[in-house]
């Protein structure tokens, strides 16, 4: 039986800005999608994993999302040599509740590659956006772990793409933000670490060289992320604390995490997280260290991976008009420089943001063509959308980025201009080439066809 | 009813519905022994890759379509080899149908009176002789909220289910002071493939996972009743008793 396609105005991404309307299929088996596929009567068609995603790139207004937590199952792991095999749209939740943590042939136990800041995506969607985490410079990015997928293209056919099999198919989809077809199924490897629980150290720092000092005297920690006070200026710009960790040889298991709970049910009026909180907010994680400016603890690794994970629908504190996030990387030469004017710019727009976290990425290649971590210093923040005020705030921090010869991560973004996005990913005409012709997103149209931004065209 | 050694057994008829599959993945996680009964294989087959992986202690799989009265005997004999008489058998197959079509075109309304009670009745009838037998064990199936009230809207998929309470109420009066329990689920509207081509607006719709967290619930309470979400009880508790007059005023 072919799954059914229902109208949806309902499916948003993580940021909640945009609002398009959708037909939605959820297929439940290869076989479905397929036959899904042939249904599209026309419309251009997209994946849609767990909408963790910011902006963008997994919309597709007036088209059809293949929605694919009906393909989330388990298949096979091997305990020898680590590789799970699963359909794309189980999540990173699913292994770490299941597989992780199996004991490895080495002594150690089996524990994801690679983490984004939150276990609520899928499979599908991390190849999509070749997602990167903490630990990046030790590891590299998730395409580095895959050993095989899947792809269903829009003609029907069912592709193995691996290294040494459609190879081409397989660089251009590790980042191809879901517009080379729809992965079903994917091989990846894990990793065998010590143990499950982590020792966390953070550290605070004054100033951006802190910073910059403390991730080059970090090298030995498996992972390591900073949180910026945004709203500091003068002296104190890009001061913050800076966390970094690994894993401990401690056979204990760790209390399973908590699952979402303080739903936010409703989008509340105003958002709640004005100019004053943001201060206060930032002033306390900041004296939290206390004198010392340092603090250690152990803690099992979904504390630190994912922090924000416990408290559910966290995106709808921004409000019913949403929120952006702005996430750039600059290459390690001129970084300093380039970050430093980022955050002078964002202090002098008043416009600071909830989580303003910055890290620095490895030389650890990926196979993505369209793959966003580069050697250097990626830096995140969120934003309130306030429209005009908002967009023309990043247009000025794009042109910092794109001078220090950076780019942004579609990931995380809703509104990035095609020039800033083909100067950022100059392999992208070698990429058009293989996308599939009736693949297309909100974000593909926007920064390769030239559609206007929607947040700009709804502004007009 | 957990036999501590070999973890509980459950017997699964139409394992492929989105909300057997939540609930089989807690059993699973509990470590259950499992039987799965669904007619397409490739669905079947992943399912029970995927069960195995998420805890299950064993997992057997049988592909049969449950309209096809005549595999049914081999159906069985699969779930004796494989689990004996399980502790727990959940009938949970059944088609919505188009109710346009059915209520006017005869063939279409046969398919969905079978699928919906006379396949799940039969199934159930071999079934508890197998239950008696034992004298202990859960019987359960899924019927609906549209069962409570023929409704323009539903009513030949409704009557079906509703059909199917009463066949179940009857097991239990005929089960009543033996160890064997009989659980009627009765779930409001649910996300699943089922209801895919539905708007997910106006009706409170819950997911899979939810309803199938309750079953596991009134599986463990040998509860006989179960509405699911919990709140469906007093609606169709308003429902049933709404006056005539009043009722054929409202479209539903
Ligand atoms: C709190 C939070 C923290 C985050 N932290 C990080 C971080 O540290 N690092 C990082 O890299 N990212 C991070 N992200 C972003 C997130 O990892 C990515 O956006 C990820 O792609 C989301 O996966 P998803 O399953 O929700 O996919 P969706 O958002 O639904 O879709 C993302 C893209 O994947 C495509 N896609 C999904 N499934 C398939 C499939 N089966 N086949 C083909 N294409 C598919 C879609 O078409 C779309 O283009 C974070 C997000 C949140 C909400
Ligand atoms: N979803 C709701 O809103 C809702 C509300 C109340 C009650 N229910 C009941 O809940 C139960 C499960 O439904 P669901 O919501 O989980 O929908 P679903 O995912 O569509 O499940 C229905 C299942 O029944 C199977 N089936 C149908 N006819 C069959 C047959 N002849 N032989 C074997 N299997 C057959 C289907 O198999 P195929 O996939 O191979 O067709 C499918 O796996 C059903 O009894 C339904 O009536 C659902």
Known sequence: MVSAVAYSTGHRAWGRVHRFAHRVVRPTSPHDARRALAAREGAPVLAFGLGRSYGDCCLNPEGLLLETRGLDRLLAFDGESGVVHCEAGASLADLLATVVGRPAPDGGVWFLPVSPGTRFVTIGGAIANDVHGKNHETAGSFGRYLVDFRLLRSDGRILRCAPDENPELFCAT???????????????????????????????????????????????????????????????????????????????????????????????????????????????????????????????????????????????????????????????????????????????????????????????????????????????????????????????????????????????????????FRAGYPRWPRFAELKDPVFSSAFWRRVAEGATEPARARAA | ?????????????????????????????????????????????????????????????????????????????????????????????????????????????RRTLTTNFVSPAVLLTALAARFEKAGAGCLAAITSVAGDRGRASNYVYGAAKGGLQTFLEGLRHRFAGTGVRVLDIRPGPVDTPMTAHMPKSGLPWASAERVAADILRAVERGRSVLYTPWFWRWIMLVLRHLPQPLFHRLRL
């Open chain 1, 174 to 420: 590790i980042g191809g933000l879901g517009l080379t077809g729809l992965v079903l199924e994917a091989r990846l490897r894990l990793v065998s670490v010590p143990g499950l629980w982590l020792e966390l150290e953070e550290v605070r720092f004054e100033d951006l060289e802190g910073f910059f000092r403390l991730a080059e005297e970090s090298k030995e920690w498996t992972y390591t992320v900073a949180w910026v006070d945004c709203l500091a200026r003068g002296r104190a710009l890009g001061r913050g604390i800076f966390g970094r960790a690994r894993h401990l040889r401690d056979p204990r298991p760790v209390p399973a995490p908590a699952p979402p709970r303080l739903r936010v049910p409703f989008d509340p009026p105003f958002s709640p997280l004005n100019r004053f909180s943001l201060q206060l907010f930032n002033a306390l994680l900041f004296r939290r260290l206390g004198r010392g400016g340092r603090r250690h603890r152990v803690r099992p690794y979904h504390e630190l991976l994912y922090p924000l994970d416990s408290i559910g629908a966290w995106n709808r504190l921004y409000g019913a008009r949403g929120f952006y996030q702005y996430q750039c990387v600059v290459p390690r030469e001129g970084a300093f420089r380039a970050i430093a004017r980022l955050l002078d710019a964002i202090a002098a727009s008043g416009q600071g943001s909830f989580l303003a976290v910055l890290k620095t990425m490895g030389d650890l290649p990926s196979p993505g063509w369209l793959s966003f971590p580069m050697p250097g210093a990626t830096l995140a923040l969120d934003f309130p959308n306030r429209g005009e005020a908002t967009l023309a705030l990043f247009d000025r921090l794009d042109r910092i980025v794109l001078d220090a010869g950076g780019r942004l991560y579609p990931a995380k973004d809703g509104r990035m201009p095609a020039p800033v």
């Open chain 2, 1 to 109: 009813m957990t036999n501590e050694r070999e973890g509980l057994r459950v017997a699964v008829f139409g394992a492929t519905s989105a909300i057997a599959q939540a609930a089989l993945r807690l059993w699973a996680a509990r470590g259950a022994e499992l039987f799965l009964v669904a007619r397409d294989r490739e669905r079947l087959d992943r399912i029970a890759a995927d069960l195995a992986l998420r805890g299950a202690r064993r997992v057997e799989a049988f592909v049969a379509d449950l309209d096809d009265s005549s595999v049914l005997g081999r159906v069985l004999e699969a779930m004796d080899a494989a689990l004996g008489v399980p502790d727990v058998a959940l009938v949970a197959f059944g088609t919505l149908g188009d109710q346009t079509r059915a209520a006017r075109d005869p063939e279409a309304a």
